[in-house]
């Protein structure tokens, strides 16, 4: 089945053609990388708009470069939930109208099971139950995922994002934007014991997490260096925080992995492409027997090739939405209570 995947929640445009929830065939993503540079992060009313000019053009590259036409679409997946509403809206009104001009369903996706599926795609041998930790620039979810779409919400962020604590950072530093890429590159210069940043909620019983102290001592310390006209060891800086999200993120997905009788963990989602949190897990998990998956890099940040596989398992599943699918900001993943299907 060949399957078009459509994603637009948050600032990345983007387009794929999947067959069979399996073979990529095609992937476009345009990023809205001058708007983020000129503002500094993203602008929902902004992102929106930009979609709407992007969507036509990104999907007809998608079909292009697949050797497709409209007419091969067997099915439409969009991301309907969770993310920016005026973005979604432009994703789903286009899912739509292809679905109805075409005669093919229509199935929306949350954008996490997205990520999650994400891991699927490059490892289709990825063993069911295990643990999830979905980390990105808008969320950090711990999920038990006890089969094809079946999922338990494990822990979450209080405040910060894991991502979005990466980007405040870079920002305020100087570093540009997004901030995950750049202090990954930077870290690699630098010495990750050379300051002891606070590791939040890491002896909490609780699975969930919060970035937001972390963040703010980063900054704390960067201001008082200014102060005393100190040198700026931003390399440092950048391999002790990155170090310290690393360790919280690794010690409580294990943790809960070993609670829930697991030996597999699934990491997906923007920071999940970061090279000190993979190493960090390979580490852990090595030494406790564990398997351990990360998505390949250009499935790591918000694509919708990932989409389109979210989509064929729910087809699957038979799961279809039909033409009253409405784009929400937040919604539970399917499973949770009033979570959506
Ligand atoms: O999954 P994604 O594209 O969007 C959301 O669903 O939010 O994730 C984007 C986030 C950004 O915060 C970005 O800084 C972060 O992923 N990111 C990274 C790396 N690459 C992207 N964070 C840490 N290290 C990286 N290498
Ligand atoms: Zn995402």
Redesign the pocket.
């Given at each position: 089945m060949l399957i078009l995947g459509i994603e637009t929640?948050?600032d990345?445009t983007a387009a794929a053609l999947v067959a069979d929830g399996k073979t990529i065939l095609s992937s476009v993503i345009a990023a809205q990388l001058d708007l983020l540079r000129k503002y500094g992060g993203v602008v929902p009313e902004v992102a929106a708009r930009r979609h709407t000019e992007l969507i036509g053009y990104v999907i007809q590259e998608a079909l292009d470069k697949a050797g497709k036409h409209l007419a091969d679409i067997e099915a439409v997946a969009v991301t309907a939930w969770q993310g920016l509403v005026g973005c979604l809206l432009v994703g789903v009104a286009a899912a739509k109208s292809l679905s109805y001009t075409q005669g093919v369903p229509l199935v929306g996706v949350h954008?996490i099971e997205g990520?999650i599926y994400a891991n699927r795609l490059s490892h289709p041998e990825m063993p069911l139950p295990h643990v999830c930790l979905t980390v990105?620039?808008?969320?950090t979810m711990l999920l038990y995922v006890g089969g094809d779409g079946k999922y338990e919400l494990l822990g979450t962020t209080l405040d910060d994002?894991a991502?979005?604590a990466?980007?405040k950072i870079a920002k305020f530093l100087g570093l540009g934007f997004?901030?995950?890429?750049v202090?990954?590159k930077l870290a690699g210069e630098g010495n990750r014991r050379a300051f002891a940043f606070p590791r939040p909620m890491l002896r909490a019983a609780s699975y969930d997490f919060s970035f937001s102290g972390l963040k703010t001592a980063v900054i704390n310390m960067f201001k008082e260096k200014v102060a005393r006209g100190e040198a700026l060891p931003l390399a440092d800086i950048a391999a002790s925080f990155q170090e310290a999200v690393a360790e919280v993120l690794v010690s409580k997905t294990l943790r809960a992995a070993a609670e829930r009788g697991v030996t597999t963990v699934s990491v997906t989602?923007?920071?999940s492409?970061?090279?000190r949190?993979r190493a960090a897990f390979e580490e852990a998990c090595r030494r406790r027997g564990f398997k351990v998956f990360f998505p390949d890099l250009s499935l790591?940040?918000?694509n919708a090739a990932m989409i389109a596989a979210a989509g064929y398992a729910k087809i699957e599943r038979g799961e279809i939405s039909g033409l009253l699918l409405t784009a929400l900001p937040n919604a539970p993943l399917p499973g949770q209570a009033g979570g959506i299907v």
């Open positions: 929640s948050c990345e954008h990520h990105s620039g808008g969320h994002a991502g979005e990466f980007d997004p901030g995950g890429p202090i990954d989602g923007g920071v492409a970061n090279s949190l790591c940040t918000d």
